[in-house]
Structures are given as C-alpha cells and as structure tokens.
C-alpha cells in the first residue's frame, strides 16, 4: 500500500522534524511511503480569506500530486479539513475535477485517524533515547475535532506510549484563538483567547500539551513562552508517538 | 438602529481591557453553555431532531410568499390586521401610526430584538408616545439611557448584580437593595401600574403560525402576558417575515430545542399562543391585534447562498459558544445581532461594506456549527461573505499583494522550495539563541502578545533529500 504524505506548508517551514516523526509512524506501521516533491501548501489561507482563485489552484495542483496514492496522510487537522471537506466546493463549476476530487476524499486522512482506524497500529517505533516521558494534557484543534471527528484517536494512540499519561485539561475541544489570519489581524482578541488555553493547560498539571496542528502549536508555545512558562513542552502529537520528543 | 460595526476593533479593544466585563462574561459559559449541554441530554434522539427542525424551517423559507399569504389570511379571518414593512424604519412608522388611530398614550413591550432594528421606542417617543420596555433586562437598560442590549436573549448579561443595584438606586431613589429577589420586587413595583395604565402592547414574536394565524411568545417572566391579556385595547406583534412556521405541529418541533439551546431549559417559564383579538365570548384580551411583519433586508437572501441564515430561531447558542463573543461581548459587533449570527446578519442585511471586520472576526472553530439547533453552517457563511469581501476588493491592498505573490511560489515548486529555503534561514537567524522571535515586522498583532518560535535552519523537503 502506498501513502501520499502531506507534510503541510507549515511543517515544512517550522518544524520539519514533525514530518519525520509523521513518516516514521507510516513506514513502521508498514506502509510504502511517498513524499511528493512538488507539494507545497493545501491553499487554506487563500479559502479562509475568501480568495477563491488561489485556493482552487492549490486544491487542483493538490489532486494532480495525490490522487495516484492508496492513503494521503496529513499531519494537521486543518489542511486535512480542507481537503477532505471543503476542496468539493471549490470545483463546483468543474464536474471533472469534482468527480475525481470525490474518489479521493474518501482516502484523504488526518494522522492520527489513519493511525488508529485504518492501520490499526499495536506497535509504535522504539523511543529514541531521551524520549519524552511524563504527563501531557491533549489539544483538541478545531478543525480536526468537528470536521474530521479527530478526537479518541490521538488519545487512544497517546495511552500506547510508554512513560507518557494523559491527563484531560477544561474545555479541550475549545478553540485556541488561532485562526489563522485571525491572530494576525485581531491579535489582542486573539491572545485573550489563547490566555484561557494557557490556564487550562496549566489547570491540568500537566508537563505537556499535546495537539495535532501546527498553527495551534505555534500560537500556545508562543504565547506560553511571552508569558515568562519556558517549562510546558509543546508537541505535536506525531512526536510523542514516534518517541522522537 | 445605526449600524456601528465600523468601530468594531475599537470597541473590541475598549471591550477587551474591562475587567469587570470580562468576569461578567463568564457567565457564559458557566451558566448557557452548561446549562445546554444537560438539557439537550433530555432528548432521545437531539440530532433527529435537529434535521427535523431544520427541514420544518426550510419548508418555511423555500415558500414564503406561500406561508406568509397563508398565515395572511388565517391571522385576518380571525380577526387581526396584518401589515408589511419593508424597511424597519415603515414599520416603526407603522406601528406609530397604529397608536395614533387608537389614540394610545402609552405602550407596554415585552422582549423584541426586530424592535431594535426599528428603533421603535425612539420612533414612539418622537410620535409623544410613551413606550416602556418590561422584561427586566430590557428594563434594565432603557433606565440607564438607553442602553443597547448585548445578547439576543440575555440583554444586560454584560452587567453584574451591583451595578444593576446601583441604577436602580439612583433611577428608582429608593434604598439600595443587593438582594436579587428584593430587587426583582422592586420592579415589579414599578412595573405593575405601567402595565395596568397602558393603553397599547407591543410584543415580539419567536414565530407566527400559518395555519392559525397565531403568535408564538417565549419568555421567562411572563411579561408578554401582561402585555397583551391584561389592560391593554391594542396588541401590535413586531417580528422578521421569516419567522412563520406553516402549522403547530412545526412549532412543536422548534420548540423542543429553542429553550433548550438558549437558557438551557427544557422549556421557558411562560409561553403564550396568541390567535386573534377577544371575541365576544371570551373573557380576555385585546380590542384590536395588528402583526407587523418586517422585511428589513430578509428577502434579498431568499434563493441566494445566504439564505439557510433566515431558519435562525434566534436562541443565541452560537454566541454563548463563541470564543470570540466570550471575550468580546455584544456590544462590540455594532448592530442588533452580535455573535456569528449576527456576524452573518449584520452584513446580510445592512450591506457588507458596513461591516467589513465581522465576517474577519472570527477564528472559524466551527463550534456554532456544532451548537445551532437549526444546523446553519455560520463558518461556511462567514467564508462566502468573506468571498465577498474579497470580490469587491474591500480588503486592504496589502492583503491583494501578499496573496498574489504568496500564489505565485506556491503554484511553482522550484520557486517554493528556494524561497522557503530563504524564509527559513532569515527566520531561524532572526530567533537567535533563544530560538524565538519576539518582533516580526507585518506581523506585529502576532508579535505584539506572542513569541514567534523558530524554525531550525532548514525545511523539511532539504532534510527529506538529504536523508533519502
């Protein structure tokens, strides 16, 4: 079987090593693995501030790179909500392309979701030394959560990792005021929002908070580490489960 | 009502240093979005019943000019007069000339939001009509100077208890009771010989019934009855031409989540079914009832994309949801309707240039989505509107530039690769040692409250090569 990954335009950039760990967890799961060298980013950004233009181009650009694989497998709730639920809308004037669009929706998954629903993994890959241990608090990012129904497949993937445990934080399924453009261009409503994600993460005692998405991972850590708490780790959950962090 | 959504960042900011507004505003959470969340635990089967509501509300919308015409001519057989206003302005004109042909001096109101669109207790004042608002936070905020309310169905949830003691000590010149049951007396005393000396009741209306020709009235206090079963010769109904349901058995349907999606109630307190003035044979009830039934901007969304907005029941779950309403409160969208539905509201009805940061406010979590009891997909309406924007060229012209160059490397890989290639090294030397950035310029409302943290030195794609 052969898996398209996604890496994301935001793992590519910020984090890399999120994309290795995302790659080990399929290639231990025993899954030929594909990274196409052309992809570049899903056109989220353009879809969510109302240019239809880019996006659609993106969104054609993406199922000319990935309709050919088995699975495509995406590290992000968000870039995976996109394609598998909104891609259909931008093409609705090109039967061709919505056609061949809808064929590949239904292989389109988020990490996690993929990891526990269709390889039904038992094993992870052996910890790298220094792996993280102790306890972590999960992140329920919001595109993940209410358009993929992520929400028991990370946590039942989290309670195979040795050393770690999970523990919940309040309002885990509330958002973390990222947003994408939204942090950018009401910043202050945007950090009052965060503040209240930060207060439950700390509520829940927990060494780590654990999430899916590369836009709410960089909102929490950055605003964690402003307000003067260099200790939280911020990980994604494609790390923990690689014992990679 | 002016629309004032321009002021939107403004008033945010104002909204977002009130401390003691923000302590008010937990109430939100503490109190509707629990409170929903048990109650709609009393239904076998929510979902269903959601579907079932939804489609009950479409079959509505889909025929209007067909419920309206039904409802028409029921609501006239039985006695009542009804009457159109295209704009909320003819229909406060409407209701003032009503009051005239009656020679009313004073008139009672239960809760109507479409009531703010009209401005009608201005419109009544103008006209020497006294007009005077009897549910307690209505109540509450037209003696502290007219306040607008800042959520559909909790109007002054934005005030706590002691400044609500202060008003009505310093309104009411009676001593300063901090007891809400003494408080709730003390307006009642106020109240009641308002209401037996009225002449005219003007009452919202959740819905109107086809079939009966009736109004449908939820409330908590049971002011509504007051209203129009007690003194009052004349009974107006203000309310959107969208509300009309085409039989009873719809209105059960709504029901079942309306209280429950709002206060978190498996039913309000009081709930009237109001069908026509007093016949001869009954004992009470107005002389003359009038429905005045509004457009104000509705039927330009019939048979476009926005039109799944008008089956909005109006119990205010996706404002109390909202991550952004929690932290802003009502007062910052600038019109009658805060929240995402007002976000979608808003520039639907008084034009999108006019609102241009309400479709932009809002981070798109989906979560009023997930809560509305009629199934509107708001994230999806905030995106067209946003399309909208965009179309129009409403947005600032960096935004247009940034785009088109962003679009030009990510629609061509080789160039991708080299400018992140770019991007990644000028970032990861901008974090330093402390592998973070604390200033990124054209990034400020991120840096201003946030660490940027910083990539590694290379992209994924380069490592993905090097490994391989």
Redesign the interface.
Known sequence: MRVGLF?T?L???????I??SALKLLETAGYEVV?P?????C?Q????????K?AR??AE?FVNEFEHFDYVVIPSGSCGGTIKTHYRDLFLDDLDLRTRMERLASRVYELTDFLHNVAKIDQLPLREPGAFSGSVTYHDS??GL??LGVQVQPRALLEKVPGVRLTEMK?S???C????S?????????????D?KCMHIHGSGADAVVLGDLGCM??I???L??TGDDRTRVLHVAQVLAGDA | MQVQSMHFKQRAGQKLADQRLQQNLKKLSTKFVSGRASAITELDDFEGTRDAAKERRMRAIENLDVWLDTFEKEATRRGATVLYAESAEDASRLVVEIAKKHDVKKAIKSKSMVSEEMALNQALEAAGIQAIETDLGEYILQINGNEAPSHIIAPVVHKDKEEISDLFARVHKRPRLTDISAMTREAREILRPQFLSADMGITGGNFVIAETGSVAIVTNEGNEGMCTLLPPKVHVVVTGIEKVLPTLEDLATVMRLLPRSATGQSISNYFSLLTGPRADDELDGPEHMYFVLVDGGRSNLVGTEFQEMLRCIRCGACMNHCPVYQKIGGHSYGWVYPGPMGSVLTPSYAGVENALDLPQASTLCGECHVVCPVKIPLPDLLRKLREKQYEGKMRPSVEYVGFAVWAFFAKRPMLYRLATRIGVRVMTWMGGSKKSISKLPFAGGWTDNREMPAPTGKTFRELYKQRR
């Open positions: 890496v335009c793992i590519d950039m910020m984090r890399p090593e994309g290795f990274v060298e052309s992809q570049t980013c056109g950004p353009a879809y969510s501030a109302g240019n239809r880019a181009d993106l650009k919001c595109s209410r358009e309002d399924r509330t958002c005021g990222f947003g994408g939204f942090s950018l261009k009401y910043g202050d409503i945007s950090s009052a929002i965060v209240e960089l909102n850590e950055g605003r580490r402003r």
